[in-house]
């Protein structure tokens, strides 16, 4: 009786152990590489301050709630700076969220946006392994996932990462789709439809997915159809009709997203040509010269993605050029479809890229609004890297083995890099400008001032540990940053202030030398690396005379 009421569950059992057992090692690889990112991201996501602009855009979340809650009547998030350009899907997502659990609206902020970029690293795994099977998958979300420009803002960039994650996401069932034009499965149009209406509703970017979608219709065509004109244009005419549902998805997505690309039916592509055309006077650096964001090079982006990205991402993405432009070098390693599809791939990269250089458009703050090319970019290291094995195990399976174990040390190495650099990961560079050290003060660090939680902390300690009346009065400070990341947390006997000159203390990170604005005695300094991102200076003795005769008790490493 016992054996056979438990037979069909031990029977289960070794089913499930079957399936286990046939899985791809790969795939498996994947799937504990996503659990491992969900359960970093849970364990981390308040470890990273808030960033300048999200006070801003919560705000705006509650503006389209109201806008909404009122009618329509009120029509305050039209006036509020120049947010109205923007989608407020994730805003108003967080604002939802933070009805439900009873969390810090800002921590919640955080580990939404940590699950969306691992969301991203998932999609973009997906995406490789449709392409090239699952071990090119495991390559390219390894490969995304030690990449400080994508690990470390998944946390608070909560524009950027959205938008990446819903356009890969996006690209991933545009290539489900095109597989079965001109009669693509409703699912992958509806998939598409759900995540270009995403992107849209972050920003206006989301409307390279649907350069992205002629680009996959015209490239599908069937080589005897572009013998027949007539064919052709029935080829193309059926694939966008049937791609019509998933325009028209998006579109309802946006615009209850974004209420101002409603107000007029050209208002989407106008508020391109306006991003195309912004000068704020926020400044910047490229290679140790200082620009305002509307001066900059017409190469600051490619570079950028030169010197943040992995070398061993940018090496697999011109690896995966080489093997789609020279056929006869990939063999039949890359056969006619994955060509294509991998094409498409590249032009997600290079289609941006060159139109920021071509038009000169604006930039600032590195790489942060291109970051929707790094998935794409690590989808081809995958498939570059996953063909490269291919071939070498049929000419010597041993270096192939060796190539393995060097590609597996490298994104070893990366880890040791981003854990050094914890929370703080966003940082990082690569040896082709000598790392973080030779970033430093040559290009962009830390402009989110993300240094903020333990600069603070640094302060509090140095006060309990300096003469005993210290920590008992109450002194002001000056922030080189916002005031909210700075009040997040109490502080009974610090007091944020506007007056700088007339602060007691000063905290600024050393990015565009904000440290060197004021003059203080340096009693903390935040590193990483060996080299300082910001500090804490003690103004006392200039804002506080009595304080220059006062003998505290001061750590010898926090001298200046």
């Known amino acids: 009786m016992t054996a056979v009421g438990f037979e069909p569950k031990a029977l289960g059992l070794r089913r499930d152990a079957r399936v286990i057992a046939r899985a791809n090692a790969y795939d498996i690889a994947s799937a504990i590489l996503i659990l491992a990112l969900l359960v970093i991201t849970g364990l981390t996501f308040r470890d990273y301050a808030i960033s300048n602009d999200e006070e801003v855009q919560h705000r705006y979340g509650q503006m389209i709630l109201a806008y909404y809650a009122s009618g329509f009547s009120d029509l305050s998030l039209f006036n509020f700076r120049d947010l109205y350009l923007y989608g407020g899907l994730f805003d108003v997502a967080a604002i939802g969220l933070s009805h439900l659990f009873a969390v810090d609206p800002f921590d919640l902020r955080h580990l ?12 973009t795994a997906a995406t490789a392994r ?4 699952p071990r090119a998958g495991f390559i390219a979300a390894a490969a995304l996932a030690v990449s400080g420009a ?41 998939g598409f439809g759900l995540l270009t209406g995403a992107a849209l509703g972050v920003r206006v970017f989301g409307l390279l997915l649907i350069v992205y979608l002629a680009v996959a219709i015209i490239t599908s065509l069937p080589r005897p159809v572009l013998r027949h004109p007539a064919a052709s244009l029935r080829f193309v005419l059926l694939s966008i009709w049937m791609f019509a549902p998933a325009l028209l998805l998006a579109y309802l997505i946006m615009i209850a997203a974004w209420p101002w690309s409603h107000l007029a039916l050209f208002n989407p592509i106008r508020g391109l040509f306006i991003f195309a055309d912004f000068h704020y006077h926020i400044r ?18 490619p570079i950028y993605v030169l010197v943040k990205l992995p070398l061993l991402t940018l090496f697999g993405a011109v690896l995966a050029l080489i093997l789609i432009a020279v056929p006869n070098f990939a063999g039949e390693t890359i056969n006619g479809m994955r060509r294509r599809e991998t094409a498409l791939v590249v032009f997600a990269v290079v289609f941006p890229l060159a139109c920021q ?14 970051l929707f090319v790094v998935p794409p970019m690590s989808i081809l290291a995958g498939i570059a890297f996953d063909a490269s094995l291919s071939m070498l195990v049929k000419w010597r399976r041993e270096i192939a083995g060796g190539a393995m174990a060097l590609l597996a040390a490298s994104l070893i190495w990366h880890v040791g890099v981003l854990v050094r650099l914890h929370p703080h990961e966003y940082l990082y560079y690569n040896p082709l400008v000598g790392g973080l050290q030779g970033a430093s003060g040559r290009y962009v660090t830390d402009y989110w001032v993300n240094i903020m939680p333990e600069a603070v902390a640094d302060l509090e300690d140095y006060l309990k540990r300096s003469m005993p009346r210290a920590a008992t009065e109450s002194y002001t400070v000056g922030v080189c940053g916002e005031r909210l990341p700075f009040e997040k947390r109490p502080h009974p006997h610090l007091e944020w202030t506007p007056d700088w000159p007339r602060a007691d203390f000063f905290i600024a990170p050393t990015h565009m030398s904000c440290d060197r604005v004021l003059a203080g005695r ?8 060996g080299v300082v991102i910001g500090v804490v200076k003690d103004r006392r003795a200039i804002t506080r005379p009595e304080f220059a005769q006062a003998k505290e008790v001061v750590p010898d490493h926090t001298m200046p």
């Open 150 to 190: 994508w690990f470390g803002p998944m946390f608070n960039h909560t524009k950027d990462i959205p938008l990446a994650a819903a356009m890969v996401g996006a690209l991933y069932f545009l290539i489900r789709a095109s597989r079965d034009l001109p009669r693509p499965r409703p699912r992958d149009v509806i």
């Open 357 to 370: 250089v071509i038009g000169n458009g604006p930039a600032f703050t590195g790489l942060r609004h291109f």
């Open 130 to 133: 449709l392409i090239a099977g």
């Open 284 to 301: 910047t650096l490229l290679a140790g010269a200082e620009y305002e964001m509307a001066t900059v090079p017409r190469w600051y982006v």
């Open 522 to 529: 340096v009693v903390a300094t935040i590193e990483r690396m």
């Open 112 to 123: 939404f946006c940590g699950l969306t970029g691992v969301a991203g690293i998932g999609a």
